[in-house]
């Protein structure tokens, strides 16, 4: 196979077999950026670089994001609600997830061990959703009983805390 040299934010990278290496230093970037080549340019290669960690999704998995990312949410619907007096839309919820530190960086994580068939974004909007669909099913989301979901003008959904 031939080497595969690519530029990423400024760095160049090139692909040794395994794994992307920095060519100026000789050293693996980040699991963050080593993902992101892989997703921008895993097709150029004969055989896709593999994770350093197996993919845990599935039962175990989505239990991770429910309980890593779920209080995020609930927190953030309730003080939203809190000001607003009004749901919560899904797009909210999404981008708000997006701009926390600790949500963006679980999910970066789990999106990198996923198959990458749609952009970042897309992909934290549909966890929103997966977490939203789960509050109708019994024992399957650890907040069912605090947030209610309703169908917004858009079609999305909404959420806001359960009423009493």
Same mark, same amino acid.
């Given at each position: @196979?031939?080497?595969?040299?690519?530029?990423?934010?400024?760095?160049s990278y090139q692909w040794d077999?395994?794994? *992307?290496?920095?060519?100026?230093? =000789? @050293?693996?970037? &980040?699991?963050?950026?080593?993902?992101?080549?892989?997703?921008?340019?895993?097709?150029?290669?004969?055989?896709?670089? &593999?994770?350093?960690? $197996?993919?845990?999704?599935?039962?175990?998995?989505?239990?991770?994001?429910?309980?890593?990312?779920?209080?995020?949410?609930?927190?953030?619907?309730?003080?939203?609600?809190?000001?607003?007096?009004? *749901?919560?839309?899904?797009?909210?919820?999404?981008?708000?997830?997006?701009?926390? &530190?600790?949500?963006?960086?679980?999910?970066?994580?789990?999106?990198? $061990?996923?198959?990458?068939?749609?952009? =970042?974004?897309?992909?934290?909007?549909?966890?929103?959703? *997966?977490?939203?669909?789960?509050?109708?099913?019994?024992?399957?989301?650890?907040?069912?009983?605090?947030?209610?979901?309703?169908? @917004?003008?858009?079609?999305?959904?909404?959420?806001? &805390?359960?009423?009493?």
């Amino acid at each position: @196979m031939d080497q595969v040299t690519v530029k990423h934010n400024g760095v160049s990278y090139q692909w040794d077999g395994s794994r *992307w290496i920095a060519v100026d230093t =000789f @050293m693996p970037p &980040p699991k963050v950026i080593q993902s992101e080549l892989n997703r921008l340019h895993g097709h150029r290669l004969q055989q896709p670089a &593999p994770s350093r960690r $197996q993919a845990k999704f599935g039962g175990s998995g989505s239990k991770g994001i429910q309980n890593t990312v779920g209080p995020i949410i609930v927190d953030f619907i309730n003080r939203t609600f809190a000001e607003t007096n009004e *749901w919560v839309h899904r797009n909210a919820v999404a981008a708000y997830l997006l701009a926390h &530190p600790e949500a963006n960086a679980f999910l970066r994580q789990a999106y990198a $061990q996923t198959e990458q068939l749609r952009a =970042f974004e897309e992909y934290v909007g549909n966890q929103v959703d *997966w977490l939203g669909a789960n509050l109708d099913a019994n024992g399957r989301f650890h907040y069912a009983d605090i947030l209610e979901k309703t169908t @917004m003008p858009d079609g999305l959904k909404g959420y806001r &805390p359960k009423r009493g």
